[in-house]
């Protein structure tokens, strides 16, 4: 008999849902020896494990659990096949699947061969959230099942859950102490705890319960946890204090159900990862003040970090949290969580340079954590502060040789089989702080310091903490200048960029095209978005046109897609790092989709070719430059190829040809194009075989060539038709503020308004618009320069545009190093020219090219030195590789930058034209 009031046991809720299981083990048995799917619905894994245990002990069933990576249903059935005569499958974690709606996509294609493979029933657990992505994505196979069998929890279960979630989750907060925002991931959104959670929301709503006051101040602070991990601080803040004001003036600290300890043990055993926590006894209402007051001094820190101008004021705020959250635990003398807490406070005297107080903190956690290695350990290193910013830096360097120490002990005992949850902390947080001191010492001593710097970078990670990341980065870029290490400082200064970029604190971009994540030497550190697009492509305004793309390319109606534009609005940018890696990622009729990008056009067979071995190489890190050359081809055999590729790996390829208006320069006869344009046609009648042109506009008139000569009758004998193309331009004046405005507010650099306005107005053409790469120069100068308002803007001059302009590409010269800075800009020059009508263009020059240039002109320099001012253009943007056989050529980025380049360095070079260079280092 059920109980009346929860909590229930586990026969009372087995009890509830005796109806759902007489109708699965019938479902099961009906039919033993013949396949049939049968959908069983529960959204709780308690639940669900009550009733497959019970199942195993009246029914023949098998438990096959799904793992993340499962790519096809099909596969992972045949894998737990044959089974014993009169046997069921049951198949658990669908929602656990990695990539879900791919798997049932695929599932769904190839729903009428599943039944000839598989011939027992088979019992799919599904929860609400599978269930929705089985009726979108798989609603031909759902139809083999009945309606879902449905088991629920009896009625108030829910609500009794969710205090004891609530008082578990306050309990693991105070085990962590001030590692808790960083921790307890178990309670992060998309854990399966929090999918639980979310999906008895769901459920009492339904019922039309109401939460009680207490369970509403417990999932306020839930929601300002989830709004603290991903930087919505203002309402994290609003929730925090909604929770705070329960605790202080109506929290009891109570359980809702006085029986609680009834199941103490066997709730908290789906209540928490750590299961001690179900034995201890509900935080008190104070030591729940005390987590909110901390909470809230977190949130006043990050806040003090994002608004600069109000740094000391917002970090005083937190100050004064932390020590009122302090206050409530020494007034209980519960001295283990002041241990817990107090380095909170630490971290904010620290930040606010009170290096009195910071002293006294640390020296009273000598104390407190003498039991404690990785807290003790913490205190040395304030220690290690106090001393160097008082000049003491022997006394610094005894404080941190001693906090590694105690870290390297605790480390040795850890692995001895004791207790190491700490040391994982540790070594994210606080190694590379340490050993960071000690090259600060080693500077401060006049003794190298870059081998301990490279020691502290790799013992630290951005995403735990990015300030000292950045902090360490630009002191071992600054090194390397100075030791004359051009180029690992410059590669340093790329990995900066990167960090920005990642954690938006980059507004602007620069000139350089975009790249796509996996090709970075730093992708760990470069987080692309869930659909692969590289983080800047959103940055530059362009996620939209991405998508588009993608979604027509999706669709059998465009076989073709031109996409078109005036140099400079980002057609190769949005190739690589957006089509390229979102293509990857989507699968359309179920097929995988293989993006080949194509950049040269010399000869242009091998080069598709070429481009397709390094597409299907794509899972080695490597970028098109060093893919082996793949053997001649000629057309009809690369065509072939193709459509081999295609069927055999149920694919549809993308061929898209980057700056296709090369393709008219490398072959300036209609006879040499004909050939191309007969591949184009066969590509464009195949099926599953997709063709993008990315060109600039002035040269669209070329493509009507394929018109006259051809019959284009799959785009209907019009091949500039408005179906088939795509325009990219410039950004009109309201556009260009709207994103200004955007991206200076995500990057926290706010602009003047008034500076806005002008900005735009410096930018924009006699047509209104304002060009994107130009936008990007500039804003990202005006970055570089932190001028933020309007009068620091009209100190640059009578032109603040050109020579912010200037400013930027001095500045990619100075990482060349003075001593190549001439020859910096000579590469420069030398990468434009005239054309036969006097109108400026971008050449495409090998290396050879460039010292045949040089030499004629009398310019000394070294091999090396070209080497590092070559590398250091690519790296930063200004210069094209472009990967060719036999070798590969370089470009100025874009025609923007040739009046910049060639009319304005030209009269300074000509006088510095064979001026010897002293040898690179």
Not at 223 to 229: F, Y
Not at 241 to 266: F, H, I, K, M, V
Not at 447 to 460: F, K, V
């Amino acid at each position: 008999m059920i109980s009346p009031a929860p909590p229930y046991s586990n026969e009372a809720i087995l009890a509830h849902n005796q109806a759902a299981l007489t109708e699965l083990e019938r479902a099961i048995t009906l039919r033993p020896d013949r396949f049939s799917l049968v959908l069983t619905h529960c959204n709780y894994r308690r639940l669900r494990t009550l009733v497959v245990q019970q199942l195993k002990a009246t029914c023949p069933i098998v438990e096959l659990p799904l793992p993340p990576h499962t790519q096809t249903l099909s596969q992972a059935l045949a894998q737990a096949l044959p089974l014993p005569a009169k046997t069921a499958l049951m198949v658990t974690g669908l929602d656990a699947v990695a990539h879900l709606p791919t798997m049932l996509r695929a599932a769904n294609l190839g729903r009428d061969e599943l039944p000839k493979g598989v011939s027992v029933p088979v019992v799919l657990w599904v929860s609400d959230r599978s269930l929705q992505h089985i009726s979108r994505h798989a609603p031909d196979l759902a139809s083999f099942a009945n309606a879902p069998i449905r088991f629920t929890y009896p009625p108030g279960e829910l609500l009794y859950s969710l205090h004891q979630h609530a008082n578990v989750l306050f309990a693991t907060m105070l085990s962590l102490g001030d590692d808790s925002p960083y921790a307890a991931s178990t309670y992060q959104p998309g854990s399966a705890l929090r999918t639980e959670l979310e999906f008895a929301l769901a459920d009492i709503a339904s019922h039309h319960d109401s939460l009680d006051a207490e369970l509403e101040a417990s999932l306020n602070f839930l929601k300002g946890r989830d709004a603290l991990s991903r930087g919505d601080l203002e309402v994290a803040r609003f929730h925090f204090e909604t929770s705070l004001r329960y605790w202080q003036t109506g929290g009891d600290g109570g359980e809702a159900c006085p029986e609680r300890s009834r199941r103490g043990e066997e709730m908290g055993r789906v209540s928490s990862s750590t299961p001690s926590l179900s034995h201890a006894p509900a935080p008190t209402p104070q030591e729940k003040q005390a987590i909110l007051l901390f909470y809230l001094g977190t949130t006043w820190r990050s806040l003090g970090a994002l608004h600069r101008p109000f740094y000391q004021d917002y970090l005083e705020q937190a100050q004064s949290y932390f020590e009122a959250c302090l206050a409530i635990f020494r007034q209980d003398q519960q001295l283990d969580l002041v241990a817990k807490f107090i380095h909170a406070l630490g971290e904010v005297q620290q930040k606010l340079a009170d290096w009195v107080a910071l002293e006294h903190t640390a020296r009273q956690g000598l104390t407190l954590h003498r039991h404690d290695p990785v807290r003790l350990a913490r205190d040395h290193g304030y220690l290690a502060e106090v001393a160097l910013a008082n000049g003491d830096p022997l006394g610094a360097k005894a404080e941190a040789e001693r906090a590694l120490e105690i870290l390297t002990i605790a480390q040795v005992v850890a692995t001895s089989g004791g207790d190491d949850e700490g040391l994982g902390v540790a070594n994210q947080f606080q190694r590379g702080w340490y050993l960071f001191l000690l090259a600060q010492v080693q500077q401060a001593l006049g003794q190298p310091s870059i081998p301990l710097i490279q020691a502290a970078l790799n013992h630290t990670r951005p995403k735990t903490d990015l300030p000292l990341y950045r902090h360490i980065l630009e002191t071992l870029r600054q090194q390397y200048f100075q030791q004359k290490d051009y180029r690992a400082a410059f590669q340093t200064k790329l990995e900066q960029r990167q960090v920005e970029t990642q954690f938006k604190l980059r507004a602007f971009l620069g000139a350089g095209q975009i790249r796509p994540p996996e090709t970075r030497s730093t992708a760990a550190v470069t987080s692309p978005d869930s659909s692969g697009m590289a983080l800047e492509i959103a940055a530059s305004g362009r996620q939209q046109d991405v998508e588009t793309l993608v979604w027509r390319l999706g669709q059998a109606r465009y076989p073709l897609i031109t996409v078109h534009g005036p140099s400079g609005v980002g057609k190769s940018s949005i190739l690589a790092a957006g089509l390229v890696p979102v293509l990857r990622r989507s699968f359309p009729e179920g097929r995988t989709t293989l993006p080949v990008l194509v950049q040269s056009y010399r000869d242009w067979p091998d080069a598709i070719n070429q481009a397709l071995e390094a597409a299907l190489d794509r899972g080695a890190e490597a970028d098109e430059a060093i893919v082996p050359p793949a053997a001649s081809i000629d057309r009809l055999t690369l065509f072939e190829r193709l459509r081999r590729q295609i069927d055999t790996n149920y694919q549809q390829t993308v061929l898209m040809f980057d700056q296709f208006e090369e393709f008219f320069v490398e072959a300036p006869d209609l006879s040499q194009r004909r050939e191309f344009y007969r591949f184009l046609i066969d590509c464009l009648n195949a099926p599953y075989l997709k063709v993008v042109l990315a060109l600039r506009e002035d040269y669209l008139h070329y493509l009507l060539e394929i018109e006259r000569g051809f019959e284009v009758d799959i785009l209907n004998n019009d091949i500039l038709s408005r179906d088939y193309r795509y325009y990219l331009g410039n950004l009109e004046r309201q556009a260009a503020k709207t994103l200004v405005q955007r991206l200076t507010s995500e990057a926290r650099f706010f602009l003047e308004p008034a500076l806005v306005n002008q900005l735009v107005a410096d930018l924009a053409n006699q047509a209104g618009e304002v060009s994107p790469i130009e936008l990007q120069v500039v804003g990202a100068q005006l970055q570089r320069d932190r001028i933020q308002t309007l009068a620091a803007y009209g100190q640059l001059g009578d032109h603040p545009k050109q020579t912010l302009v200037q400013q930027f590409l001095g500045n990619v010269v100075h990482d060349c190093g003075p001593e190549q800075a001439d020859l910096a800009n000579l590469v420069l020059y030398l990468l434009t020219d005239d054309d036969r009508n006097n109108g400026l263009y971008r050449p495409q020059k090998s290396r050879l090219d460039l010292q045949e240039d040089l030499d004629l002109r009398g310019v000394v320099y070294g091999p090396d030195q070209l080497d590092l001012v070559l590398e250091i253009l690519v790296g930063s943007g200004l210069v094209f590789l472009l990967p060719d056989s036999p070798s590969d050529r370089y470009q100025l980025v874009h025609d923007y930058l040739l009046e910049y380049v060639r009319l304005e360095q030209a009269p300074k070079l000509l006088q510095k034209l064979g001026k010897p260079h002293p040898p690179l280092r």
